[in-house]
């Protein structure tokens, strides 16, 4: 007993010096001889813990499994919603922009331009959206049980992602509908996903981070992204941009991936500068977000 | 509990926690959504306070544990009680690792599953196959693990003719079986958990009990918070007492649970002495 046998109640104190503890040899139950668990107050500033990330995939899996399951259970439509919003959007677009606006989209139909661009642009205002809302979501989960805060907006990125997939299905179908060739700078494609997935994740990251101290930004958001889709490329070419401001254009990290998507599938001419602006705020971006999520991270269970 | 005695000091320590303290602001938990603006306010009235790490509040903290120090052996079943508020539940949630502390250390050998809340993470429309497997995993098992130890599983919840039913139209005591059973089933070596045995009724608490003997016999740890004293005196070897944040322990676990008694006792008589364990600091209200 670490307490004395007459003392009814006193301030129980730690067994000798901490130090030696460790030394003992002689056992019973066979323990590592470090801790598994360290457990400190929060330091600072550290990087994300990718190694606890990966030991926890398997949870990252059921989180992702999960929401697809729910989605496809409770709505009546199922999988078609995932089509279905990019190609709602896309008539809608058509209609008024295409039809009556009359903006030009190159030597490709309208329907075809707008296609490319909503695709990859609902994947990201989707993903943004429903990562940023994903720690309040699942306050219950942060407040009863420890695992890595992050796996919870990458899970709803990855759901995302997951719907990308299946609504990219959809423009297949129409370069073939159209008589588009397919070509070799296709095999880009994966990489500009990574690079659209890794923008999504940062700014999920950094936002559900701070929705949960500060829930306004679940009101500013929806504003934010709505502005955003205007200043991108998605229902209008990049040229309509005047070349003196293209410089600042160049700085939204979406104009390069969207640009860059569409020239992969519809085979204009890449924009290599912007492009490579794009990827370098898209890295900046993702570590100064893991650095404001980790350290914001440690408050969570005790402020959502 | 001599002979107990020099085979516990032969031991290493699974669980080491060494001047643990955590300390809330009130401020910060009286309002803990700010607004942003609140944030713009406070960083245009000191620009600099963010790189500091000070947060605005009215300057009163309430000291939820102070300089917590124990350690316990492998196989131990460990009661922690106090009153509503003298930071049971937070000493758990640090040794979860849900909660950081503010200044101490823990090093724990081994894993760790915690039990906070029954069937954290359900989801009503999935079913209870699925319940298994996506809770399993969040209370951080693998899904070998899980379909290892899957019938056994439903065996011990007795639902399995609505396995493949969703958990909302499960009874409430049905649900409660499921995700006990799953829980049941964790393998760490350091097992926490908080009033789990205040639901279901007498048959399915015994179950629960009889469940944490032969966990602690396999050798691992358990740390049992509960305001139910019988379930204490039955489970726990070693009784440790929260008062105000600071950790008390005696040579019995019958004593501890007299002292806690007592207390409950005396705070029925006199109400206003609930409000003890505020520390009201030297700064004074910010304008």
């Known amino acids: ?304 | 509990m001599n002979s107990q005695t020099s085979f516990r000091l032969q031991m290493k320590s699974i669980v080491t926690v060494r001047n643990l303290s955590k300390t809330y602001h009130i401020g910060q938990l009286r309002n803990s959504n700010p607004t942003l603006r609140d944030a713009f306010v406070s960083a245009i009235g000191s620009p600099f306070s963010f790189l500091r790490g000070h947060r605005h509040g009215d300057g009163t903290t309430l000291r939820a544990l102070q300089d917590v120090s124990f350690s316990v052996e492998p196989g131990e079943v460990v009661g922690i009680i106090g009153r509503n508020g003298a930071g049971k539940s937070t000493l758990l949630k640090i040794l979860a690792r849900i909660v950081k502390p503010t200044s101490g250390e823990v090093d724990i050998y081994g894993r760790v599953g915690s039990l906070l809340q029954v069937g954290t993470g359900f989801h009503p429309d999935l079913t209870g196959r699925e319940n298994i497997f996506l809770n399993g995993a969040i209370l951080g098992m693998k899904a070998t693990e899980i379909k290892r130890n899957f019938d056994d599983i439903v065996a011990f919840s007795e639902v399995g003719r609505f396995l493949d039913t969703a958990v909302k139209y499960y009874s409430s005591g049905m649900y409660l079986r499921l995700a006990f059973a799953i829980a049941a089933h964790l393998e760490p070596e350091v097992l926490l958990l908080d009033e789990v045995l205040a639901v279901g009724d007498e048959s399915f608490q015994a179950k629960c009990r009889a469940k944490i003997k032969s966990v602690s016999r396999d050798g691992r740890t358990v740390f049992f918070v509960s305001h139910d004293m019988k379930a204490v005196a039955d489970l726990c070897g070693r009784v440790l007492l929260i008062r105000s944040g600071r950790l008390y322990e005696g040579s019995n676990p019958q004593n501890m649970i007299a002292e806690y008694l007592d207390e409950v006792a005396t705070a029925e008589a006199h109400p206003a002495s609930l409000l003890a364990n505020t520390n009201e600091s030297v700064a004074p209200p910010s304008a």
């Open chain 1, 1 to 304: 007993m670490v307490i004395s046998e007459n003392a009814s109640l006193r301030v129980s104190r730690q067994p000798e010096s901490g130090g030696e503890l460790s030394e003992s040899a002689d056992q019973q139950v066979s323990l590592p001889s470090k801790p598994l668990i360290k457990i400190r107050a929060s330091k600072r500033w550290t990087p994300l813990d990718l190694r606890e990330i990966w030991a926890h995939r398997e949870l990252l899996y059921f989180l992702v499994w999960r929401d697809l399951k729910v989605r496809y259970k409770q709505t009546l439509l199922g999988v078609s919603w995932v089509i279905l919003q990019p190609i709602l959007m896309t008539l809608v677009f058509a209609v008024f922009l295409g039809k009556i606006a009359r903006v030009p989209s190159g030597n490709v139909p309208y329907v075809l331009f707008l296609y490319s661009g909503l695709l990859p642009w609902t994947f990201f205002t989707n993903a943004v959206a429903t990562s940023s809302h994903s720690l309040i979501a699942s306050a219950e989960m942060i407040t009863k049980v420890y695992f890595p805060r992050s796996l919870v907006p990458l899970a709803a990125v990855l759901v995302r992602l997951s719907d990308f997939l299946v609504a990219s299905l959809i423009l297949f179908v129409l370069m073939v509908y159209y008589g588009r060739a397919f070509t070799s700078a296709m095999l880009l494609v994966p990489f500009l996903v990574l690079h659209l997935t890794l923008l999504a994740l940062s700014l999920g990251l950094l936002f559900a981070a701070l929705n949960v101290k500060y829930r306004d930004i679940g009101t500013v958001l929806p504003v934010l992204l709505q502005l955003w889709l205007f200043a991108s490329p998605v229902i209008y070419p990049s040229t309509f941009v005047p070349a003196n401001w293209k410089w600042l254009y160049e700085l939204n990290p979406l104009s390069g991936i969207i640009s860059g998507f569409r020239a992969a599938f519809l085979g204009a001419d890449f924009d290599w500068r912007s492009l490579l602006v794009s990827l370098g705020i898209t890295l900046v971006l993702l570590v100064y977000s893991t650095f404001v999520f980790k350290r914001m991270e440690d408050e969570f269970a005790d402020v959502v």
